[in-house]
C-alpha cells in the first residue's frame, strides 16, 4: 500500500509562484510513474505533469514553459514548481503514482486570484 502526502497548495495572485511536494511511502515495488493532475470546478481531472518511466517527463500543453516537475529518489518526493501562475490553473492538484495498481493523494488545493 503506497501513501501519498502531498503539501504546498494555497492562494496566490496571478503571476505567482507555488511549489507542491508529494511524499510516497509504503510501496514494496516500483514507482514505475509519478506526478501530478488536476481537477477544476466542474470539469474532468487532467494531467499535469508527470515522470513516465526514469527520468523521462510528460506536460499538459497549457502549463509547459510555466511548470517544471523534479524528483528526490532519496527522499520519494516527487516536487511541482508552479511559475507565472493563471487563474485558470486554480483546482485540486492530486499526486499520483503508478506501481502494479494506481495511487491517488488526498488532493491540496491551488486557488489563483486575478
Known amino acids: 500500500q503506497v501513501q501519498l502526502v502531498e503539501s504546498g497548495g494555497g492562494l496566490v495572485q496571478a503571476g505567482g509562484s507555488l511549489r507542491l511536494s508529494c511524499a510516497a511511502s509504503?510501496?514494496?515495488?516500483?514507482?514505475?510513474?509519478m506526478g501530478w493532475f488536476r481537477q477544476a470546478p466542474g470539469k474532468q481531472r487532467e494531467l499535469v505533469a508527470q515522470f513516465t518511466s526514469g527520468t523521462n517527463t510528460a506536460y499538459a500543453d497549457s502549463v509547459k514553459g510555466r511548470f517544471t516537475i523534479s524528483r528526490d529518489n532519496a527522499k520519494n518526493t516527487v516536487y511541482l514548481q508552479m511559475n507565472s501562475l493563471k487563474p485558470e490553473d486554480t483546482g485540486v492538484y492530486y499526486c499520483?503514482?503508478?506501481?502494479?495498481?494506481?495511487?491517488w493523494g488526498q488532493g491540496t488545493q491551488v486557488t489563483v486570484s486575478s
Open positions: 509504503g510501496s514494496k515495488f516500483s514507482i514505475n510513474v
Open positions: 499520483h503514482a503508478v506501481t502494479v495498481r494506481e495511487y
